[in-house]
Each structure stands twice: as structure tokens, then as C-alpha cells.
């Protein structure tokens, strides 16, 4: 899922996944998200719209922070995980990194996954 902006990066996610991927990225309308993350065990996503409909629709949310702050703009509800390094730039509130991206590229697809385990264990 995502907007018409990720479709690109959707496509080459799906191309290199090991599993079928359904690539809904810029082909839903905001109800037709909401019934497609209703159907989800659970929603790994970004500090975005889709965090807050998932917890709002009662979804457990893994959570990625980079920029932003858990602590302002987290997922409401409990049994969510966040994911976030801790940088000295962090939070820094901006929509494009100036330096490194260093926020983003400290979190491992080991990370996400022990997030995965901790949800549906």
C-alpha cells in the first residue's frame, strides 16, 4: 500500500520479494485502504496517515521513526512496537535529510522483524 509517489519503489519491492506481493501502492482511494488494512494482522509503516487509520482500526502498527518523534506523532493504543535509532539529529523534523539519513539507515530488516515476532507471538 502506499501513494502514487511509491509506486516505483513498490514495483521493485515486489520484484524482489520472496513472497506474492499484492502491489496496492497508488491504486486506492482512502476507503478502499481502510478495508485493506481492516483485513491486516499487522501494519509496518512509517510515521504516516496509514499508521494512525491501522491504530485507529484497532491493527497492531510496527512503527518506523526517523525524522520525526514517536513520543508527538506515535501510534495511539497499546500492543504497537516503534522502531527508532537514537542519533544526535534526531528528530529533526525534516521531510529531506541535509546529512547522512543516518536515522533511517541504523534500522535493520532484523529490527522489523523481531517487531513481526513480538506481535504475533
Known amino acids: 500500500m502506499g501513494g502514487q509517489k511509491e509506486t516505483d519503489i513498490a ?3 515486489a520484484a524482489i520479494a ?3 506481493v499484492l502491489n496496492m501502492a497508488g491504486r486506492t482511494s482512502i476507503r478502499e485502504l481502510m478495508a485493506l488494512i481492516a483485513r491486516c494482522k499487522l501494519v509496518i509503516t512509517n ?3 496509514p ?3 491501522s491504530a485507529a482500526l484497532g491493527i ?3 512503527a518506523i521513526f526517523g525524522s520525526t518523534d514517536p513520543a508527538l506523532s506515535g501510534p495511539i493504543g497499546n500492543g504497537h512496537v516503534i522502531i527508532k535509532k537514537d542519533v544526535s539529529c534526531s528528530p529533526c ?3 529531506t535529510c541535509p546529512t547522512d539519513l543516518k536515522c533511517m539507515d541504523k534500522i535493520t530488516v532484523d529490527d522489523v522483524l523481531k517487531g513481526v515476532e513480538k506481535i504475533l507471538a
Request: charged share 30%; no cysteine.
Open 60 to 62: 497492531p502498527v510496527i
Open 51 to 53: 499508521m494512525h487509520m
Open 93 to 95: 523534523f525534516l521531510r
Open 11 to 13: 514495483e521493485e519491492i
Open 18 to 20: 520472496e513472497a506474492p
Open 47 to 49: 510515521d504516516s496517515g
